[in-house]
Each structure stands twice: as C-alpha cells, then as structure tokens.
C-alpha cells in the first residue's frame, strides 16, 4: 500500500456508504487515489436506516461464524482481516460475546467506521442522492439492496435487463430488562461460551411440545404484510419469514431457529421441545435480537404472537421486525471478471446489488472493487484472488459461476470453492473445511503479496 499520499490526481466516486461502499473507500484510498463517498442518507432515508452514519447495521448486529478453519464466513473474515479492511478491524474493537459468533454493539461500530473514513485525508463525503448513471468518471455503486428508485430504474435503461428483487426481512429486538427469567436462562448453545461474559450472549426461552403447537397456529393465522401489485415473494432461502418457514411445515422452525438441540434448561429437568434463542445486541446487554425471526407480520400480530412465547408474555420491544424489497443484478449477465459493468466499463458494482448475500460478503466485494478500481487508476490491474479463497469464491460465482438465467444472491459457503482432492481415502467434513481453509488461506496470502 502507498499510505495517504496522492498518486493519482483523478477521484473516485462511490454510491452508497454501507458495508461495500465503506470498505471500497478505505481500500482505494490506501492506494493513494482521491475517493468521494456519495450518500443519500440522512437527506433521503430508508425505512430500514435510522441514522446517517456509514455502515449501519440495519438487519442483524452479527457477522456470523468468526471460525476460520473451519468455516467459510469466518475464512473471509481472516482474509478482510489480512487485507487491512476497515470492516473487520472495527467489528473486532466492538465486538460482543456471542459464543462462536462475531456479533457487534452496531451503534459504536457505525459511530466508529463512520469516524475512521472521514480522518482519512483522501476521503470525502457527498451527502446527495444519485439518481442516474454517471456516463463519464470512475466510479462504483456499492447501493445495496434498498437501492433508491430512480437510480435503479436507471440501472435497468442502461443494460436492457431487468433488476431482480427478492424480499429480506428484519428481526425484532428485545428489552433485555422485559424478559422473564425465571422461565428464560443464559447459555451459548453447546455452552460455546467460555467467560462469564460470553455466558450472557444467548437467552433462550422453553417450549413444551403444546406451547410450539399453538405459536405456529398463531404464526400461520397472523395478518401479514401484502405485496404490491407486481412484486413476487422471492425470499432468499438464507432469510426466509418465520411464518413463511412455518408455511413449508409445522417441524420446519423446530429444526432451524427453534431447534432444541445444544442447550440444558436449569428451570426445568424434561427436554424443550423448541427453544427461542435471542442473541445479545448491544455492549451494555440490554437489548437482545430473535435470532432468525425474521418477519412480514403487521406490527400488532407480532407483539401478540411473540409474547406467546415462555418468558416474553411481558416483553417490550425496542424495534419490531419489518420486510422489505432488495434489489440485485444479474451480475454473470452484466459484470466482467473486474466487476465492471460490461456496457459502460467506467462503473463497477459491489456488495450486495452484485448478488452476495450478508454483511461480510458485501464488505469483501467492496475491498476487490475497491482495489481494483484504484489499480486501474494507477496504470496497474489487480486481478481477483484464486477462486480457491473466500472472496475468490465469490467473486468468481457472480461474474460467471453461476447461471444467469438462475441467479440467486449467495452467501459464501464451501460450494463454491473449487473442490478439495481427497488424498488417501475420503475425508471427514471438519477435516475437509479444514483442508479448504489452509489451501485458502496460502493462496490469499500468495496473492496479497
């Protein structure tokens, strides 16, 4: 990297200052190229956003598994980490226990990333709405999934190709203070949580086999939110509505979010048959998230429905789950192996509108696009990482591993990499991850040298 002195004389342009557009910036300006980070928020908002900070968690406070030998989400986050990506740096000053997880306090993340890119003395921000595709400059659109209308309308005209959408849904939050623990108890499922501290990052509430019998009836009869004229429910299967999980059969939650398995309850010696998890969202434990209720119930039905559950019959809600259309290209069709938009090469698209699904994968489509278009800037080329890594995995399925006519976003996962030689006989799956995990992690290094 050439630190904070200017190389190139020419800017940067970038829309949107989420997980992409943050981890562009920082990563283009380490190279030494001027960066202008075009904002809408807090002149136009979204009903998801609340502030005008940069890199505002709106869904989850969680970037998932931190594990990186054995798991695909935790193998990015080392690589983010071995490229200097702001994203990673400041998840882990904030972090909160979360057992395996890497869960954030989201406020003091944002307050923090926001701070770091606007010391930088190449980055600026513009806080404006782009409505259009810029025709001349560099630049990147890093919009993510609430992309405003008029800027994806324009998307569309540029590329006589229709954006895809797919429905993503929020979770409620929890008053830490509101939930009955007498009934509710602290514990990382398979006691993952080693400190007292880490003992706190999950509460999680019983069920007896009637109880989850009537919370699904009143799952399936609860008023929903309707779609407007012309839009599809596409969920993505990595988000689905519990009550749309619920709708695929009546044992569907018991075995993903209500799952029972890991977890001893100290109030009561019989088996739960289901356990509501809610996982610790702020530094101060206060406030806690429902882990995977993600939901279309109108307001009301969701305070009813939810406060069936044992321990939350007086709960009270800080934020209540909410849906909402998320916008994405088709990125095999329109983009190059560069992340540049085919007909107009001077924009390049990154984090979630390319298809990549999750707070980490967005950020780590951010750095790619981030260094690549400062390279380009500077008479160099960087090209993407082997797909043998995370990011190369990635990058690699939405510029062309994936069948455009079939384009779904995706988070990362060992699918995607290219398959590991079973040397000796078939290996057991932890020493399969384990093996996909070494070979990535010498390949990146390979290339970030």
Same mark, same amino acid.
């Given at each position: 990297?050439q630190?904070?002195r200017v190389?190139?004389?020419q800017?940067?342009? #970038?829309?949107?200052?989420?997980?992409?557009?943050?981890?562009a910036?920082?990563?283009a300006?380490?190279?030494?190229?001027?960066?202008? $980070?075009h904002?809408m928020?807090?002149?136009?908002?979204?009903?998801a956003?609340?502030?005008g900070n940069?890199a505002e968690?709106? @869904?989850?406070?969680s970037? &998932?598994?931190?594990?990186?030998?054995?798991?695909?989400?935790? !193998?990015?986050?080392?690589?983010?980490?071995?490229?200097?990506?702001? #994203?990673?740096?400041t998840?882990?000053?904030?972090?909160?226990?979360?057992g395996?997880?890497?869960?954030?306090?989201?406020?003091?993340f944002?307050?923090a990333?926001?701070?770091?890119?606007?010391?930088?003395?190449?980055?600026?921000?513009?806080?404006?709405?782009?409505?259009? !595709?810029?025709?001349?400059?560099?630049?990147? +659109?890093?919009?993510?999934?609430?992309?405003?209308?008029?800027?994806a309308?324009?998307?569309?005209?540029?590329?006589?190709?229709?954006?895809?959408?797919?429905?993503?849904? $929020?979770?409620?939050?929890?008053?830490a203070?509101?939930?009955d623990?007498s009934?509710?108890?602290?514990?990382?499922?398979y006691?993952?949580?080693?400190?007292?501290?880490?003992?706190?990052?999950?509460?999680?509430?019983?069920?007896?086999?009637?109880?989850?019998?009537a919370?699904?009836d009143a799952?399936?009869?609860?008023?929903?939110?309707?779609?407007?004229e012309?839009?599809?429910?596409?969920y993505?299967?990595?988000?689905?509505p $519990?009550?749309?999980?619920?709708?695929?059969?009546?044992?569907?939650?018991?075995?993903?979010?209500?799952?029972? +398995?890991?977890?001893?309850?100290?109030h @009561?010696?019989k088996?739960?048959y289901?356990?509501v998890?809610?996982? &610790?969202?702020?530094?101060?434990?206060?406030?806690?998230?429902? +882990?995977?209720?993600?939901? *279309?119930?109108?307001?009301?039905?969701?305070t009813?429905?939810?406060?069936?559950?044992p321990?939350?019959?007086?709960?009270?809600?800080?934020?209540?789950?909410g849906?909402?259309?998320?916008t994405?290209?088709n990125?095999?069709?329109?983009l190059?192996?560069q992340?540049r938009?085919?007909? &107009?090469?001077n924009?390049?698209?990154?984090?979630?509108?390319?298809?990549?699904?999750?707070?980490?994968?967005?950020?780590?489509?951010?750095l790619?696009?981030?260094?690549?278009a400062?390279?380009?800037?500077?008479?160099?080329?960087?090209?993407?990482?082997?797909s043998?890594?995370a990011?190369?995995?990635? $990058?690699?399925?939405?510029?062309?591993?994936?069948?455009? *006519?079939?384009?779904?976003?995706?988070?990362v996962?060992?699918?995607?990499?290219p398959?590991?030689?079973?040397?000796g006989?078939?290996?057991?799956?932890?020493? &399969?991850? *384990?093996?996909?995990?070494?070979?990535?992690?010498?390949?990146f290094?390979?290339?970030?040298?």
């Amino acid at each position: 990297m050439q630190g904070q002195r200017v190389l190139n004389e020419q800017v940067l342009n #970038i829309i949107g200052g989420g997980m992409a557009g943050s981890e562009a910036a920082w990563q283009a300006a380490n190279m030494g190229v001027r960066v202008v $980070i075009h904002e809408m928020r807090p002149k136009v908002g979204t009903f998801a956003h609340r502030t005008g900070n940069l890199a505002e968690m709106v @869904c989850s406070n969680s970037f &998932r598994s931190d594990d990186d030998e054995r798991n695909a989400v935790g !193998l990015l986050h080392w690589e983010m980490g071995a490229a200097d990506g702001i #994203i990673m740096q400041t998840a882990r000053a904030h972090r909160l226990p979360a057992g395996g997880a890497l869960a954030v306090d989201r406020d003091p993340f944002a307050e923090a990333v926001t701070a770091k890119l606007m010391a930088h003395p190449l980055i600026s921000v513009s806080y404006e709405e782009i409505t259009e !595709l810029p025709s001349s400059g560099n630049w990147i +659109v890093a919009t993510g999934p609430l992309t405003s209308g008029p800027l994806a309308e324009s998307i569309r005209a540029a590329n006589g190709a229709e954006a895809l959408a797919f429905f993503d849904a $929020i979770a409620p939050i929890v008053y830490a203070e509101s939930v009955d623990m007498s009934v509710a108890w602290m514990q990382s499922r398979y006691d993952k949580g080693e400190t007292e501290e880490e003992q706190t990052a999950y509460m999680n509430c019983p069920m007896t086999k009637e109880q989850y019998e009537a919370f699904i009836d009143a799952l399936l009869a609860a008023e929903k939110t309707e779609f407007h004229e012309g839009e599809t429910a596409g969920y993505f299967d990595g988000c689905l509505p $519990i009550e749309v999980m619920a709708e695929r059969g009546r044992e569907t939650l018991r075995f993903g979010p209500m799952k029972p +398995v890991g977890l001893t309850n100290p109030h @009561c010696e019989k088996k739960p048959y289901a356990v509501v998890q809610l996982r &610790r969202d702020n530094k101060l434990g206060t406030l806690y998230n429902i +882990v995977g209720f993600q939901t *279309k119930m109108k307001y009301g039905a969701q305070t009813s429905v939810f406060k069936m559950i044992p321990g939350l019959q007086e709960a009270s809600f800080a934020r209540l789950g909410g849906i909402h259309r998320n916008t994405f290209i088709n990125s095999p069709t329109l983009l190059d192996d560069q992340m540049r938009l085919r007909l &107009r090469p001077n924009i390049r698209f990154a984090g979630q509108i390319t298809g990549v699904e999750g707070y980490v994968e967005s950020a780590a489509m951010g750095l790619l696009a981030g260094r690549m278009a400062a390279a380009e800037m500077l008479g160099r080329t960087v090209e993407a990482p082997p797909s043998e890594t995370a990011m190369g995995a990635l $990058i690699t399925h939405i510029t062309g591993g994936a069948e455009a *006519k079939t384009f779904q976003p995706m988070n990362v996962n060992f699918g995607l990499f290219p398959p590991i030689d079973a040397k000796g006989g078939r290996r057991g799956r932890k020493d &399969r991850y *384990k093996a996909y995990t070494d070979r990535a992690k010498t390949a990146f290094q390979a290339w970030l040298s």
